[in-house]
């Protein structure tokens, strides 16, 4: 008997699944609007547009962890170019 019959059969305290193939999470789906919607308008991770479906995709996922939903980035710039960078750290801006 293989170590995956042994798990399929007996379980383990370790593995979620057991040896079986997990549930596909639903944020790597084409429709998922995490990063941008189908359009190319962006999504949740940017700029928390349509945090109400993400984060219940984000909890439906059950991979034996607490889901809880990261907040967006904040790097959406709409479209503009920036006009410089800034080193968050020190200060220190760069055309």
Known sequence: MGILDLLKKEGSTLSKHDGATPPTN????????LHAQADGTTGYSLNGNDKTEVSRAYNAYDDGQANVLPQPSGLDLQGRTPTGYSNPETGQTFP
């Open 26 to 33: 639903p944020l790597t789906l084409k429709t998922s609007k």
